[in-house]
């Protein structure tokens, strides 16, 4: 079997080398890809999908995977199928549930979806009033794709509004801030509960958590992920549970209602509060980092897996998962996540023991060696019985490797303990 995967970050690396164990699998495309895809993946550089759709014609891929998000938000899907060529992703209506975070939120609260309560806002000046008499903090979002960077935890009344100049009149994120979501501020502890999906049955992954924040303790901006663990040891058995039932096969359902057919990856971003775990976000597809810590411990071969949810028979597959742990941590440039340089060559990739892999993300072949080429470079993973042996050995092969201003989080994984009691099973919905 051919295999095409499009995208270059370290999820994608991740999902190539999975992939690569397949005996099924007889040949890995990735567009674009990066220096580390390159060695197990042909990588081609191609922007326009019309020309990526020859080229799966030309070369008879038999399946492509989508990495990111926006081509399938852009109907990605759609283009394939109606040329009768598998793809593995939600197709354009069904990937609204990333794309726009208004329909997100009135789908979740019209099928009954536990989510923080909201207010959408097409004006600024609409916006700026309801300040005047609301409790703070809460979080104002760009209704549309922002790179993981639309969400904004406010304290004040200050910094509301110059979050609503930035986002509607300044159009930091162009058509994005259009409209935006005020939400209510949820405490708790955040899981990333990814699921596979083929419109009928949903198989739960191994949870997980990324660790969204540059600094270490949680501190500093947002980030695409500075690293991750799974399973997430506060996601018990109990709240994976209600997780399933009230968020998963809701969606599934609700959206069957509607005459979508979700297929592909459904990523739910939770806040497991004291009133149990509410939504923050869906993602349409499979998480960065998170990607990196779950696809290690999956047993099944990832390849049946792609195929099930294609054909729609996900609760005819089993699928089994080690009962181990794994965590990653990301390198990334200095000055990430705003303005950072590329370019530097990276030193120490040879000397890293075979026990833990290395995911490449912003990273480039060039005749002087492999060289950074983007914010987050490289993923250091293990997987372990325990988290704190898996973490003391990506720590010790994170010592090796080394390029200029070159930085990462020294808390990822530290004080967890090792529980997972959770369940990962097959659910069918009936339509
Ligand atoms: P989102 O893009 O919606 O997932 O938001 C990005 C990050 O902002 C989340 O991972 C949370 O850390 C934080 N966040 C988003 N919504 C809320 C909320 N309602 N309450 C608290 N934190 C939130
Ligand atoms: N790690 C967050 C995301 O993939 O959206």
């Not at 970050?9 to 390159?38: M, Q, T, Y």
């Not at 209704?143 to 004040?156: E, R, T």
Request: aromatic content about 8%; hydrophobic content about 40%.
């Amino acid at each position: 079997m051919k295999i095409l995967v499009l995208g270059s970050g370290g999820r994608e690396h991740a999902l190539v080398w999975k992939l690569s164990h397949s005996p099924e699998v007889d040949k890995i495309f990735c567009i674009p890809g990066n220096a580390g895809i390159s060695s197990l993946a042909h990588c081609v550089e191609i922007k326009d999908t019309e020309r990526i759709l020859n080229f799966v014609k030309e070369n008879k891929i038999d399946i492509t995977l989508v990495g990111p998000e926006a081509p399938l938000v852009n109907g990605i899907v759609d283009k394939f199928e109606k040329e009768n060529l598998k793809i593995f992703g939600p197709n354009k209506e069904a990937a609204m549930i990333e794309g726009s975070k208004v329909f997100a939120k009135l789908f979740m609260e019209k099928h009954g979806i536990p989510t923080a309560n909201f207010r959408v806002f097409e004006s600024p000046n609409a916006a700026e009033k309801y300040f005047l008499s609301t409790d703070f903090p809460i979080v104002i979002k760009a209704d549309g794709l922002a790179a993981g960077k639309g969400a904004f935890v406010v304290k004040n009344r200050d910094e509301a509004f110059e979050v609503i100049d930035k986002v509607m009149r300044q159009k930091l994120f162009g058509d994005s801030g259009d409209r935006i979501i005020v939400e209510r501020f949820l405490k708790g502890r955040e899981v990333s509960a990814l699921a596979f999906c083929d419109g009928k049955s949903i198989v739960p992954m191994v949870s997980s958590m990324d660790y969204k924040k540059a600094y270490d303790s949680d501190l500093g901006p947002n980030t695409g992920g500075m690293g991750a663990i799974a399973p997430a040891p506060h996601y018990t058995k109990d709240i994976a549970s209600i997780t399933i039932r009230n968020i998963f096969l809701n969606v599934i359902e609700g959206l069957q209602r509607e005459g979508i057919s979700y297929k592909g990856v459904l990523y739910a971003g939770l806040m497991i509060t004291e009133n149990g775990p509410k939504v923050l976000e869906f993602n349409c597809r499979f998480g960065d980092p998170e990607t990196q810590v779950i696809l290690p411990l999956l047993k099944t071969d990832l390849s049946h897996v792609v195929q099930a949810v294609i054909e729609g028979e996900l609760a005819h597959c089993p699928v089994e998962w080690f009962d181990s742990v794994s965590l990653c941590v990301v390198a990334v440039s200095q000055g990430y996540p705003l303005k950072y340089r590329k370019g530097f060559k990276i030193l120490g990739l040879n000397e890293i023991d075979d026990d833990v892999m290395i995911f490449h993300a912003g990273t480039k072949r060039t005749d002087q060696g492999i060289v950074t080429n983007g914010g987050r470079v490289l993923s250091v993973c293990a997987t372990d019985s325990h988290f704190s042996k898996a973490r003391a050995r990506v720590y010790r092969s994170l010592k090796k490797i080394r390029f200029e201003g070159m930085r990462y989080r020294k808390d990822i994984g530290a004080n967890l303990s090792d529980s997972s009691s959770e369940f990962h099973r097959s659910v069918e919905v009936t339509p």
